[in-house]
């Protein structure tokens, strides 16, 4: 059973275009959100995070938008760049666990 | 500032063998945590650790075993390989539960 859905399994976009990953979860002890970013042959890496009382954080290109009552959370890349083409995976914390989705593979084209 | 190290890198074992993957963290982190990653399947939390002396299992830890002796060190054991583990496994850690998880570099396993 995954406890967090994310789609679609790959995705690609334009240079300069909107990439949009999404994610559900259905166990509302998840309190804090987070994606990670992975390069081949590189181990994850934080790329911004959000906590369910917030609906939208901004990070430079990066926005994640959060609807509480729907338990569905996004992730935007505004003006996608070929150096974003990478793996991206939504997660969700409950207490001292750590889950995660099953990723999306960007690729973005000049 | 090493951060999270994962050795080996490569393995192939054969079928019933067993080894230990080792990772070390220089962070001084409270929270261990080990992953299996699988195309098209993500990570999936094997079994993690809130500090020295305490495990947990996560989603998927049948065929694997753990210890956390010290802060720094949080090792996982395969008994009896089976190619069903065949993966690349991350260790990762993080100041506590709602924090940055910082990952090493992973290991590859084959189990043939």
């Known amino acids: 059973q995954q406890q967090v859905k994310q789609s679609p399994q790959s995705l690609i976009v334009q240079k300069g275009g909107i990439s949009i990953i999404n994610c559900a979860y259905e166990n509302t002890a998840f309190d804090y959100f987070p994606w990670y970013q992975q390069f081949p042959g590189k181990g994850p890496a934080l790329l911004i995070a959000i906590r369910p009382d917030v609906s939208e954080k901004k990070e430079g290109r990066f926005t994640i938008s959060f609807n509480k009552s729907a338990k569905q959370f996004s992730l935007h890349i505004m003006d996608s760049q070929p150096g974003d083409s990478a793996t991206y995976f939504c997660a969700a914390s409950k207490p001292d666990k750590l889950i995660f989705g099953t990723g999306t593979r960007l690729q973005v084209f000049p | 500032n090493a951060g999270v190290t994962q050795t080996p890198k490569f393995r192939i074992l054969k079928i019933g063998q067993s080894m230990t993957l080792q990772c070390t963290q220089d962070?001084?982190?409270?929270?261990m945590y080990w992953y299996r990653q699988d195309p098209g399947m993500g990570l999936k939390l094997i079994y993690y650790s809130v500090g020295a002396g305490i495990t947990d299992k996560g989603e998927v830890p049948n065929g694997y075993n753990v210890s956390r002796s010290t802060t720094e060190d949080f090792p996982l054991r395969l008994e009896l390989a089976a190619p069903s583990q065949t993966s690349v496994y991350f260790c990762a850690s993080s100041y506590s539960r709602a924090t940055e998880a910082f990952f090493g570099q992973g290991t590859r396993l084959t189990v043939v």
């Open positions: 962070m001084n982190h409270n929270y």
